[in-house]
């Protein structure tokens, strides 16, 4: 991709609320809803949101500190369906485990 003039690093704005999650890279604006994703997991630095086998990436990094971190996922685990929940093993032990 560097080799042909895409940009490796493009502004983006990652918001949640009851409805969706809004993805919004400068150019492309996502509206995910809730019962589209079917799980969020971490990954080297990096939280994911697999939504019909696509993932949207929230990089840690994003976060002033790691409670607005755990805020965020937070969140995020309360609108999504059980399922989707269940299948979130690593974001719940997160959110779990913060405060210790």
Do not use: C, Q
């Amino acid at each position: 991709m560097m080799a042909r003039g895409v940009p490796m690093h493009v502004p983006v704005r990652v918001d949640i609320s009851p409805e969706a999650l809004v993805y919004d890279s400068k150019d492309v604006v996502h509206h995910v809803l809730w019962r589209g994703v079917s799980e969020l997991y971490r990954k080297k630095g990096y939280w994911i949101f697999m939504v019909h086998s696509t993932g949207y990436y929230v990089a840690a990094r994003f976060f002033a500190d790691k409670k607005n971190e755990l805020a965020f996922i937070t969140e995020a685990l309360s609108y999504m369906s059980d399922e989707a929940r269940a299948r979130s093993k690593g974001a719940r032990k997160f959110v779990e485990t913060a405060g210790a």
